[in-house]
């Protein structure tokens, strides 16, 4: 997987260096400054050539774990963790290395932004990836995202949470199913008078889709 999350980055790279060459032949008179924004996004491009995303996961999961972290710490590694999930294919090598351990524990933090990062981890893990959504289904966190869906006051917490949920069911059968079980469909829908109109879309998006390809949720 370190291999393929190389090369991620070499592809991104290339397709920079193609954006922003000119297709003329460049003189010195041409030359001009790179812009901030520019060189930011090239030296964080060359620093992760020299990064092994597996050893940062391994670092971040194992810090996480650790009684001597700070909260402040955590979210720190937890934003990191996100990174990871969003840009590359990382997600088995998170539970192969044992990231699954971290995920209950901080879904039942008592810091909101904590939880808010657990569920948006969560979300990127299982987006289209069976494998990854057969995990989560089988140790029950899917219940704890229900609950948070119930019981927080947090719209953001909320949101996140349905998020989260919508991905782990989408397109996989054994999700839907759980769902049921947790009378999630009720939870869903009991939700729906959120003040919010982000989390209302939200909820009644996942339900439409839920009764439009699901006949377990007809």
């Known amino acids: 997987m370190a291999d393929n999350s190389k090369q991620g980055f ?6 920079w260096t193609v954006k922003n060459t000119a297709a003329e032949p460049t003189t010195t008179s041409d030359l001009k400054p ?24 391994k670092l971040c999961i194992s ?69 990854c959504q057969r995990i989560i289904v089988q140790s029950g966190l899917q219940q704890k995202l229900l609950s948070i869906v119930r019981d927080s006051n947090n719209p953001d917490l909320k949101t996140k949470a349905v998020t989260a949920i919508s991905a782990l069911i989408r397109g996989y059968t054994l999700g839907q199913l759980q769902l049921q079980k947790y009378h999630g469909a009720k939870v869903l829908i009991q939700a729906i008078p959120s003040s919010i109109p982000r989390l209302q879309n939200k909820l009644c998006f996942l339900i439409n889709t839920l009764c439009s390809s699901s006949a377990h949720m007809k």
């Open 10 to 15: 070499l592809n991104s790279l290339f397709q």
């Open 63 to 131: 810090k996480i774990k650790d009684n001597q972290t700070s909260e402040q710490q955590k979210k720190e590694f937890l934003d990191e963790l996100c990174h990871w999930a969003e840009e590359l294919d990382l997600a088995k090598d998170f539970f192969t290395i044992g990231g699954l351990d971290i995920l209950a524990p901080l879904l039942d933090s008592n810091d909101d932004d904590i939880c808010i990062q657990t569920c948006s981890l969560i979300a990127n893990l299982v987006q289209n990836h069976e494998h």
């Open 34 to 57: 790179m812009d901030e924004p520019s060189k930011s996004w090239l030296n964080n491009a060359l620093e992760n050539l020299t990064v092994n995303p597996v050893e940062r996961l």
